[in-house]
Structures are given as C-alpha cells and as structure tokens.
C-alpha cells in the first residue's frame, strides 16, 4: 500500500507516522509528502528521511479546482492508495474527495464532535472541559465530520496550562496515529486477499 502523507507545519505527526513505517511497524511504502507551505519545517523532516517532497501553493493557482487536480495528477501518477492529513490545515474540496472517498484519514485534537476546526485544543481548553483527546476520521465534505475511527481521552488537569495539554494531546497523537494507520492498513491488505 503507498501513502501519501499532507501536511502544512511542524510535521511531529509526520515524523511518527514516517518511523513506524520505517521499522516496519505500518505495513506501507510512505511514497510522498505533500506541503502546501514551501518553508514548513514537516519538508526538513522529510528530507532528512530521504522522502520524496512536493511542496507548492494554492496561490499559484486559478482556483482551488485547479490546485487539487494538479495534486490529484501527481497522487495518480505515483498510484497512491491512502492520504493521511497530519497537520494539514486547508479543507480539502470534491477534486480530491471524490477521487479518494473513504481513502483520506485525518487526526483532529479533539473528542469529536465537540470543538471542531482550527483550534480544537485551545476550544476544549478555554471551555473549561474536564476532558478532550484525539480523533482519527476518515475525511468527508464537512470540518471534521468524517465517519470516526478512533479517539483517546486526555484529561485537563487543574494545574494544565494550555502549552502543557497540547504536549499532552501531542504525545497521545504521537501513539495513536501510527497504531490506528497499522490497524487499518492491515485490516484493508486482508480484505484484499480474501
């Protein structure tokens, strides 16, 4: 199975991902990243794995139509079977969806569906929650709609600082992604040969 990884940041979730492929533990070729930020550290990890990057802008585009076709040719030319968004912060639009319905998963920083959107962290915490966690979705037409396939609570602590529950969530996130990617992988290259 090859996968093709998205993301627009720092790249922790990349980074995870990208080492339990590397030791074997997700049974897949991780073939591309993909960055629409030309200056995001996540390219410098990538390099640094010697994993193909492609990195360009929707502002170097007519329309966002445009800017997914031209993904959706490359993902095509490498004959990828999953995209897994790790950070990727735009909302992906139908050129995309419509290729890759049910073969796009997305992490989000929260329980959803509570606190959906850009700052799913910083909304659990400012809401004075007792707890909020992390959520692996398969992507639909809507902000972290997507049917679910996975969450893990984290408590918010009373001495928790925001800095301090995003580790948390960071480091849950870390350890979930790459399982949940395992599972599903190997539940999907079974299905495939029975």
């Not at 360009?56 to 490498?78: Q, R, T």
């Amino acid at each position: 199975m090859k996968l093709a990884i998205f993301a627009s940041g720092n790249g922790s979730n990349f980074q995870a991902i990208a080492e339990a492929v590397a030791i074997g533990a997700i049974e897949a070729q991780l073939t591309l990243l993909f960055c629409d930020k030309k200056d995001a550290y996540v390219i410098k990890r990538a390099r640094s794995m010697s994993i193909p990057v492609i990195s360009f802008s929707p502002n170097d585009f007519e329309s966002k139509a445009m800017y997914e076709a031209e993904i959706l040719h490359l993902l095509e030319e490498e004959q990828i079977d999953l995209i897994v968004l790790a950070g990727y912060m735009r909302i992906i639009g139908p050129t995309l969806l419509e290729v890759f319905s049910k073969r796009m998963i997305n992490i989000h920083p929260s329980l959803l569906p509570d606190f959906p959107g850009l700052h799913g962290i910083k909304d659990a915490f400012y809401a004075n929650v007792p707890e909020t966690g992390v959520t692996i979705h398969y992507v639909d037409d809507g902000v972290d709609t997507g049917p679910i396939i996975a969450q893990e609570k984290v408590v918010i602590d009373m001495l928790d600082t925001l800095d301090s529950l995003e580790k948390k969530i960071h480091n849950v996130e870390h350890k979930l992604f790459p399982t949940v990617l395992a599972k599903l992988i190997k539940n999907q290259q079974g299905e495939g040969r029975s």
